[in-house]
Structures are given as C-alpha cells and as structure tokens.
C-alpha cells in the first residue's frame, strides 16, 4: 500500500543504517519472521532455475499471496507477471499509507483513494481478514476503554467481548496472544468474515465499522450472502491492487537476486 506491488516490504535495513527500512517500521513489528523466510527461500529456488533476476521478487510476492489464499480455500486467480523491484523501502512511509485497526471508515476511504482504490475495493480487500491473527494490542481498547469512554464498545458481541478479556487483560498480560479476525473458521478463506460483522463478531473496530456505515453496509450483506460473488469480487480487487505503481526498467526499479537488500 506504499510505493505499489513493487516488494518493498521485503528490503532489510542496511547494518549502520539511521534510515530504517519499511519492514522494520514500529507498525510492521508484527509480521512474523517467517513469512519473510519463505519469500526469500523461494526465490532462491527460482534462482536456481533462472538466474540472473529474470523473475522479481515483487512477483514472487504477488504469486505467493495468491496462493496463500488458494490453499487456505479460496480463489486461485491469475496474477499478472513482468514487475521490477522498487528501488525505495523507508519506514517513515508506513504510518500515513496503512490502514490502521481503529480507523474510521472516512480514513479508510481516504487512505484508499489514495492509492486509485474505490469503497467496493475497500470492503472486498478487507475481506481478507477472513483468516489471520491480531494481537491484544491492536484491540485492547475496543474492550475497555472504547474511543476514551471507560466503557466496551458497544458494537461488540457480549460473549466474544468476554471471551476476548479473558485473553487480553486491560494491563500487562503476554504481548504474543492473538485472536483471529474471523471467530468462525480462522483458518478457512470464505466470506465468514461478512456474516462475523453482522453478528456483532468483528475483531478490529476498523473490521466492525464496515457494517456500521451506510456506505459499506449494504456490500457487507451482499458479500455475506453469497462467497461466490466474494471470490469473484476478491480477485478483480487483487488485480487491482497488484497494479499499483508497478515499476519497470532500471530507472525506476532493479529485479533483486536477494529479496531481503538492495542492490
């Protein structure tokens, strides 16, 4: 969501370096470790085969969350190929470019027009939180201390509130404890996701509020309704968003033989 589909993300910062890389942003200090490894491990075997940076990493990036979601049940859309590796990874760009998990459904607009995304896109895309995990930190507050009200918030279910409090205690607690976006099948890609906010079983207050506004609601229902048209709407939007500031050529990108530094 930065400088476009261009792998970014994947650059380490430099040893010795005061500019911090846009992986090792406060706000990316939750990406597991791991995820970086199987990029990097899988790019080594493209090298292997085709040596020389003929496929990017950002590409390999794009492949590898298609099918992510594939295996986890979901669509397996094509992902279109020829993207060079941006030259840019800066962690100062991360705050005003990421949705956030207490955002306002105006401030997720604005963060995705910004990147040439419409408000359908935006609850599409969104419906990737049908899997995955968040930890107490990024909700804590929906449980005790609601937009600084000393109270829940009210657009949570009463028992997944209970639930949620017994994992995440107001102070202290273990900083590793997650709860998954999707209450129903966690690790299932479907459009539970959609029903979840209906219920009340949202995890995120940016998650919650798609239902709660009438811009976003009523696509909330469809997509709830049907997984069909979610799969369908999904990979358009995954298309869409892969275009993104696509970079080519070396003045505007490189194809990294090592996904993790810059050339």
């Not at 060079?84 to 760009?93: N, T």
């Not at 202290?172 to 998954?180: H, Y």
Request: proline share 5%; hydrophobic share 40%.
């Amino acid at each position: 969501m930065l400088q476009g589909c261009d792998g970014s993300i994947l650059i380490s910062t430099a040893p010795g370096s005061k500019v911090l890389a846009e992986k090792d942003s406060p706000d990316n200090k939750n990406l597991r470790a791991e995820g970086f490894e199987i990029i990097n491990k899988a790019k080594s075997l493209v090298e292997s085969k085709c040596p020389g940076g003929v496929v990017s990493c950002a590409d390999i990036l794009a492949i590898a969350a298609r099918d992510f979601v594939h295996l986890a049940g979901g669509p397996n859309y094509q992902v279109k190929k020829g993207r060079w590796d941006g030259k840019i990874s800066m962690a100062s760009r991360v705050p005003p470019n990421i949705p956030r998990a207490n955002s306002t459904i105006d401030q997720l607009i604005k963060i995705f027009k910004s990147k040439g995304l419409t408000i359908e896109d935006l609850v599409v895309l969104s419906g990737a939180h049908t899997i995955g995990f968040a930890h107490c930190e990024q909700f804590v507050t929906r449980l005790y201390d609601f937009q600084g009200t000393k109270q829940p918030d009210p657009a949570i279910d009463p028992r997944l509130l209970k639930a949620l409090k017994m994992s995440c205690p107001h102070y202290g607690g273990n900083a590793d404890i997650v709860a998954p976006f999707d209450v129903t099948t966690p690790f299932l890609f479907d459009h539970a996701y959609y029903a979840n906010l209906q219920g009340k079983l949202g995890l995120l207050a940016s998650d919650q509020a798609l239902v709660l506004d009438p811009r976003t609601k009523s696509l909330v229902q469809e997509l709830g309704k049907d997984k069909h048209k979610f799969f369908q709407a999904f990979a358009v939007a995954m298309d869409k968003m892969g275009s993104i500031g696509v970079k080519r050529g070396k003045k505007h990108g490189e194809r990294r033989k090592d996904c993790s530094f810059h050339m």
